[in-house]
């Protein structure tokens, strides 16, 4: 028998700092400037508990219980906005927000793994239920029309039941596994404005889902092969007061394989393989809550979202301390942030999503880590390039440019315990969806030293982003507006000092992995 128990706490302050340029073409020329500062105090706190017990070499079982509370508020978000018609001023103001966020998390799962005769049994269960709750009061000081004073106050609850199962065998050259697994997910959304100028809603989504896979793996010689299927049917009920909106709920039935070979070529290793899957909208994707930011500014989810299907076909070689990557991904029915403006009030932007037919990404990158005396390199470099076109101003924008990439991260191990890491990453300027990232870049550097024989002891002093180089600089393209967010910054420059000590430390026997977790991952 093992008993697992762990505390944690954290808490601090962060600000950032943003830029928002955004020009809109309508019937007229709409330019909105903002520059916003907020102030955030964020919470966090885990406690887990479980129990593991093994039978004996064959047989164990076990269940942890995880709890998680989240909290966030922002007593000071303050926007400042200035709006041209035409090039001509037509208004300014001054947005004070006042935001609180909570989220408590119960997380249980259990699991049991055994071996019966030639047969291996692997079961998980998990359940997991939450509640997030948002308030938000916004007050506008407008210096030409009336002021304003927004609140909105929207809690979701959520719930989900999950259920795995994988059998395992030898069979033939190779070893036989399959199984199934089973979802049951929903999310209560309630929302209100008490000014009216937002709608209040009241909706439920509750879905379920129901898997079948297989895999065969088999070694022929030197090749490595093996291959997999899996089918899946979820079913997607939407309810708006109650009442089941048919033309939001969806039913889905599909079957994606998997296929990979490997093989040595003498020193050299070598890997192809390609995979086919779906990944759902996540919840807050799919809420259609308006968001206020501004009175010219919305922002939600789009209930109407499709999954997307992932197609990748991925080659790995390695030789030595070197490795190639090159993949190639196909998304089709991609989920991308848009702005378009409201159809009964064309001056005001709504930030959403939106499915777009495909996007094709071609992604290369050679890595290197070799050892040299006390200095430990983890070198590698890369470029991204994508395929996607979409409609910007009454013409096709093709958004192809490619992203380089590059990381050297260096480990230094000295005498006495004593350990200094060097770390640089650089993030080209290119394009991601449709959006035009400008470069990025942060060093980090750091000086440890553990004590005692056993080493149990490590004292550690590091510092991110030493020159403060970290900035966004992006440009979100739309069909008929263009926002660009310039030299925004979050103040993630900071000086750490770790105290680490560790006593009977051991591995823990607990084996349960999971079920759900795509679902988990939505919610």
Request: net charge neutral; glycine share 6%.
């Amino acid at each position: 028998m093992d008993i697992i128990g762990s505390l944690f706490y954290s808490g601090g302050k962060d600000g950032t700092n943003i830029g928002l340029d955004q020009q809109t073409w309508v019937d007229t020329l709409w330019t909105q400037k903002s520059d916003a500062y907020t102030l955030a105090r964020r919470e966090n706190y885990k406690a887990r508990l479980g129990a593991n017990y093994m039978f004996n070499e064959k047989h164990s079982v076990g269940i942890l219980y995880d709890f998680v509370y989240y909290s966030t508020e922002e007593p000071n978000y303050t926007m400042r906005s200035e709006i041209s018609a035409d090039g001509k001023p037509y208004d300014s103001w001054k947005s004070k927000n006042v935001l609180s966020n909570e989220y408590p998390v119960h997380l249980v799962n259990a699991y049991y793994v055994g071996t019966i005769g030639r047969w291996l049994v692997n079961f998980n269960t998990d359940m997991r239920w939450s509640y997030e709750e948002d308030k938000q009061t916004t007050n506008e000081d407008s210096e030409n029309y009336q002021d304003r004073t927004v609140k909105t106050n929207r809690r979701y609850d959520n719930g989900l039941f999950a259920s795995k199962l994988v059998l395992s065998y030898p069979f033939w050259k190779g070893n036989l596994s399959f199984g199934g697994e089973y979802t049951h997910t929903y999310q209560k959304n309630k929302f209100a404005n008490e000014q009216g100028i937002l709608q209040d809603t009241d909706n439920k989504v509750q879905e379920y889902s129901i898997s079948a896979f297989a895999e065969y793996r088999l070694k022929l010689g030197k090749l490595d092969v093996g291959a997999g299927i899996r089918y899946e049917h979820n079913t997607s009920d939407y309810y708006e007061s109650g009442k089941l909106v048919n033309e939001q709920s969806k039913v889905y039935d599909n079957v994606f394989p998997t296929v990979s070979l490997a093989y040595p070529f003498g020193p050299v290793s070598a890997n192809l393989s390609y995979t086919m899957k779906t990944r759902r909208p996540s919840y807050s994707q799919l809420d259609g809550n308006m968001n206020y930011i501004n009175r010219y500014t919305y922002m939600s989810g789009n209930p109407l979202l499709k999954p997307t299907t992932y197609s990748d076909l991925t080659w790995m070689s390695s030789y030595k301390f070197f490795q190639l990557i090159i993949s190639y991904q196909r998304s089709e029915n991609a989920i991308i942030h848009v702005t378009n403006q409201l159809e009964t009030q064309p001056n005001i932007s709504h930030t959403t999503y939106q499915n777009f037919n495909k996007i094709d990404k071609v992604t290369f990158l050679l890595a290197a880590s070799p050892t040299i005396g006390c200095w430990n390199l983890n070198y590698s470099a890369g470029i991204i390039k994508q395929w996607f076109e979409l409609e910007h101003l009454g013409a096709i924008k093709k958004m192809h440019r490619p992203m380089p990439y590059l990381s050297m991260f260096n480990t230094f191990t000295l005498p006495k315990g004593f350990q200094i890491t060097l770390d640089g990453v650089f993030m080209g300027k290119g394009h991601v969806e449709n959006l035009l990232i400008g470069e990025n870049k942060y060093i980090d550097v750091g000086i440890g030293k553990t004590f005692f024989k056993d080493k149990a002891l490590l004292v550690k002093l590091d510092c991110s982003d030493v020159f403060d180089w970290r900035r966004n600089n992006t440009t979100l393209y739309g069909e008929r507006n263009i926002l660009r967010e310039k030299d925004s910054w979050t103040d993630l420059q900071n000086v750490r000092l770790t105290l680490r000590y560790r006593f009977n430390s051991s591995k823990s026997k607990y084996k349960g992995t999971g079920a759900g977790e795509d679902e988990k991952a939505r919610l």
